[in-house]
């Protein structure tokens, strides 16, 4: 290339530049590393600033966005933008295509292409010689306006089209959207800022659709999918819907992966059925399926009614989103004593299931929403995360709308409720004088990955607490079976089987035991950590926090909480009461330098293992007693480099830290686990 002329320099730069950019936004595949893409697109700055002359509208430098608009002006679709016609259930599908084979005439099996409904904004793009010549939002179908600017700003849209045989004007039809991960960081990034956040993606990628300034759009994280051709002059293409899109794409057109073509509605209900259940995994939001028929000749056939086609159908999912009122607001009370406003609402039927009952998590939310009794919100279910208030609708705000206000009280035991300075969480003073911090804590104690008492579920909990039968943890191995079987709903069998559950949890693992205590943040890993690390419950108990801080996981703020759980005289007392009624796990051998033959060395993992992640090595290596740290230093003992291994490889050289590669680690933990279990 040095020797080429400047400006060819500069045309085979530009083509290489797109080709990148197809493989990372339309294809999802890039050849290269982001900083190789960096070095490309600065030489090509250079060279347009060197020559400004050269600078085409389809150069990759020119998405960066242009002089704000005072307004956008309008644009007529030649062929309008129609809608789709919904199905709600799989009779309307069935009918559907019964109504296909009546206008047909024919009871021929039909093929379709199932494509998912993409929730964001179609566009129509019209490129003349494979030139991006207009962009345009679908406006009522007929007019829509002229958005070109903006639409150039994203990075899977096309200024120019790859490969040949395109016609001489081509409009392309898709959907602009936000993938839920920029969405989210969209909306992280307002809110670092106090700026108003968008309510979901759709509406961040119409407002950034609808912006006259494209440098803000080009700030935006917006991706283009197509799915279909519009115009087509001076040209053809395929004859079916499904190859229309693959020649789409070979032009540089991103389709959807989800794609795929089915023969007869039945396999588009069951199509349907698989979207569905992947729905809340896919990396942006879709509302439904679509279904075409893929034939084009049949399209042909079938045409138009009103506003909609014949051939196609959008099968959409239960809505996500749905209006309704907030009755009221209950503050509950956690295992921890943290306070969290609850809303009562008027039932609503949401992504397929009943709600009447929303988090709104604390009361720095309540105040972002700006939420009051009374009011119409918007609440949304998505997937299995419990429902969520999104927005207020402020115009059916009522004369009557109440503030809604912490309590100064806990509402179970009346102490007082306290809020850090700068945390968002309130909580109740009381501890375990709470009763409802006692039931959360027995529940936790009791759950599966805890001391898992089979048989013990909320309900029974809070009934045995209720009736005062037990305080703690310990009271439940002081229950009698003649007191569970006089309860509501206990029969004799169910209370001997829960009396077995209790016998059997005694025997447990430390790990789980230390989980199970519910000490606050304290997670399953935590536990792990905290019991491979003592060995034992009486050496946790009597460790203060420069030792805690030694275990993997623990920082200050889980050292301060572990502390001051075993300092608690209340505790001290539960946990003898445990111990009493005979909760034991298996000793674990004598941790002397021959089960430990790492101890004093410190390793750092990097680059990927292929055989184990870097968790298992890691845990492995602390077992046999060595340290894991995070970066290389002079105290290293050994570095142990996986493929890909970058900066930290580099340093362990300069510093001459040994280095071994997984086959060489993995040889030798075997032998040092052999050697220690000897
Ligand atoms: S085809 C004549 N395919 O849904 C066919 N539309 O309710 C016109 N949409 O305005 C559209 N994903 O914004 C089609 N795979 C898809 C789609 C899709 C989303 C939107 C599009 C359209 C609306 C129709």
Redesign the pocket.
């Known amino acids: 290339m040095i020797d080429d002329a400047p400006e060819q320099q500069l045309e085979l730069l530009k083509q290489e530049i797109n080709q990148h950019n197809y493989r990372y936004y339309v294809l999802d595949d890039p050849t290269v590393p982001d900083a190789e893409y960096d070095r490309l697109m600065q030489r090509l700055k250079t060279l347009e600033l060197a020559h400004p002359e050269w600078v085409t509208a389809d150069s990759p430098t020119q998405r960066v966005g242009a002089t704000p608009l005072s307004a956008f002006a309008e644009v007529a679709h030649e062929i309008p933008?129609?809608?789709?016609d919904?199905a709600f259930s799989e009779q309307d599908m069935l009918d559907f295509e019964r109504r296909i084979k009546e206008r047909l005439g024919s009871d021929a099996a039909i093929d379709y292409a199932c494509?998912?409904?993409?929730?964001?904004?179609?566009v129509s793009l019209l490129y003349r010689q494979g030139l991006l010549e207009r962009g345009a939002t679908?406006g009522d179908g007929r007019r829509g306006e002229d958005i070109t600017q903006n639409l150039r700003t994203i990075p899977s849209v096309p200024l120019k089209l790859m490969g040949s045989g395109w016609p001489e004007l081509l409009e392309v039809?898709?959907?602009v959207y936000m993938p839920k991960q920029g969405f989210g960081e969209l909306n992280r990034r307002a809110a670092a800022v106090d700026e108003k956040q968008f309510v979901n993606p759709r509406n961040a990628a119409a407002g950034s659709l609808r912006q006259l300034d494209s440098k803000i759009t080009a700030n935006r994280p917006l991706e283009l999918?197509c799915?279909?051709a519009g115009l087509v002059k001076g040209g053809q293409l395929p004859d079916n819907h499904i190859a229309v899109l693959k020649k789409l794409n070979a032009w540089g057109f991103r389709i959807?992966e989800q794609m795929a073509s089915v023969s007869g509605v039945q396999a588009c209900i069951q199509y349907y059925g698989g979207l569905q259940d992947k729905r809340d995994t896919l990396p942006y939001e879709?509302?439904g399926v679509?279904f075409?028929v893929n034939e084009l000749a049949l399209q042909r056939r079938l045409g138009f009614v009103s506003r909609?086609?014949r051939w196609?159908i959008?099968y959409k999912f239960p809505a996500q989103e749905e209006l309704t009122q907030l009755l009221d607001v209950e503050f509950q009370v956690g295992r921890t004593g943290a306070v969290t406003p609850v809303a009562r609402l008027e039932p609503v039927f949401v992504g397929g299931v009943t709600v009447s009952n929303a988090t709104l998590h604390n009361m720095d939310e309540v105040e972002r929403l700006g939420v009051c009794i009374g009011d119409t919100v918007i609440i949304r279910r998505a997937g299995d995360v419990i429902p969520q208030v999104v927005s207020v609708v402020l115009e059916r705000r009522p004369q009557n709308a109440a503030k809604i206000k912490l309590p100064l009280n806990c509402p179970v035991c009346d102490s007082e409720i306290t809020r850090d300075e700068g945390e968002a969480v309130a909580r109740c003073s009381g501890g375990l004088y709470c009763a409802a911090q006692r039931k959360e804590a027995i529940k936790h104690f009791a759950s599966r990955k805890a001391m898992d008492i089979e048989g013990l579920g909320d309900k029974l909990v809070e009934l045995l607490v209720d009736k005062q039968l037990i305080k703690t943890a310990a009271d439940l191995y002081k229950l009698q079976w003649q007191q569970i079987s006089g309860l509501e709903r206990m029969g004799e069998k169910s209370a001997r089987n829960l009396m077995q559950a209790l016998e059997k949890s005694k025997s447990t693992q430390l790990s789980h035991f230390i989980y199970a205590l519910g000490i606050r943040e304290v997670g399953e890993a935590t536990a792990l950590n905290l019991a491979n690390y003592f060995g034992s419950l009486e050496a946790l108990a009597a460790a203060e926090e420069p030792e805690l801080l030694e275990v993997d996981d623990v920082g200050p703020i889980v050292a301060k909480h572990l502390a001051t759980f075993f300092h608690q005289p209340h505790n001290k007392e539960v946990l003898d009461g445990l111990i009493k009624a005979g909760i034991s796990w298996p000793e674990p051998k004598v941790r002397d330098s021959k089960s430990m033959p790492l101890q004093g060395m410190t390793f750092v993992l990097t680059g990927t293992l292929e055989s184990m992640t870097r968790e298992e090595a890691k845990s492995r290596l602390q077992l046999l007693g060595a340290k894991v740290s995070g970066s290389v230093s002079v105290k290293t003992t050994m570095l142990v480099a996986g493929t890909k291994a970058g900066s930290k490889l580099t340093k362990a050289e300069k510093l001459g830290v040994d280095v071994m590669d997984e086959e060489r680690l993995l040889r030798q933990l075997n032998e040092w686990e052999a050697a220690a279990a000897n």
């Open positions: 933008m129609l809608s789709l919904n494509e998912p409904k993409l929730d964001g904004i179609a679908r039809r898709g959907e999918c799915y279909s959807n879709i509302d679509v075409k909609a086609p196609a959008a």
